[in-house]
């Protein structure tokens, strides 16, 4: 297996350009999920998905856009790229809990770091 | 501010030595955390769980002390190895937020030969 996967691993945009950054997993995860890091601060939840066909925003949406056509790809769409976009964008999986348990490991991909001019 | 928060940004031991990376949170709704270990360049690798029934876990190596009085979370490596070297993130999920986590902001691990 290969896990999960991001592409690219580095990209130079200039403001108001548009791109998307693409993850996949080979697990068969319903729970899929993109973060950012920026420097000396922890992962903020950008959007999430529990299955294909459905997404929810998570703590930082703002200028991000995701959707969830297939159980392995749920790829993230920048419209216009602003300075503040600058980070490591990290992509996440993970199976649904079991009945009554709480929470399952997230598997997190290599990053995609990102630099808006 | 954030819900999730690390006494100290950096931590230096010798190789060999016990390592202590602490962990504050606010949210006593909280009832799964986690440590994660992020090596340069690399994404955040799992380390060890504990869910808000239990106050300490074990792995190889590494220990996991819960504290719900106090809100703190620690995290111990034993014998800690110059592999070791990394950022270390705490992070929380709040009962019924879908499997969101919040994240503490890191703590940089130095293994000193």
């Known amino acids: 297996n290969a896990g999960v996967t991001q592409t690219p691993k580095f990209q130079v945009l200039k403001t108001g350009q548009s791109m998307t950054l693409q993850c996949a997993q080979d697990?068969?995860?319903?729970?899929m999920s993109w973060y950012r890091q920026d420097p000396g601060m922890g992962l903020r939840l950008i959007h999430y998905?529990?299955?294909?066909?459905?997404?929810d925003q998570g703590e930082v949406p703002n200028g991000y856009n995701v959707s969830r056509s297939t159980t392995e790809d749920f790829p993230l769409r920048l419209l216009s790229a602003a300075p503040s976009q600058t980070s490591v964008y990290f992509c996440?999986?993970?199976?649904?809990?079991?009945?009554?348990?709480?929470?399952?490991?997230?598997?997190f991909g290599p990053g995609t770091r990102l630099t808006v001019l | 501010g954030e819900s999730v928060g690390l006494h100290l940004p950096t931590l230096s031991v010798q190789e060999g030595d016990n390592s202590i990376i602490n962990c504050a949170y606010s949210?006593?709704?909280?009832?799964?955390f986690i440590w994660y270990k992020q090596e340069s360049g690399k994404g955040p690798q799992f380390i060890i769980d504990?869910?808000?029934?239990?106050d300490k876990r074990q792995g190889q190596r590494v220990t996991v002390l819960l504290n719900k009085t106090v809100k703190h979370l620690s995290l111990q490596i034993a014998a800690t190895q110059p592999g070791d070297s990394a950022v270390y993130f705490c992070?929380?999920?709040?009962?019924?937020?879908?499997?969101?986590?919040?994240f503490g902001s890191g703590t940089q691990l130095t293994v000193l030969p």
């Open positions: 996440a999986s993970s199976f649904t809990p079991p009945q009554g348990a709480v929470y399952n490991e997230q598997f």
């Open positions: 697990m068969n995860h319903e729970y």
């Open positions: 998905s529990v299955g294909a066909g459905i997404t």
């Open positions: 949210n006593s709704a909280s009832d799964y």
């Open positions: 504990i869910r808000s029934n239990m």
């Open positions: 992070a929380e999920n709040i009962k019924g937020s879908a499997r969101q986590l919040t």
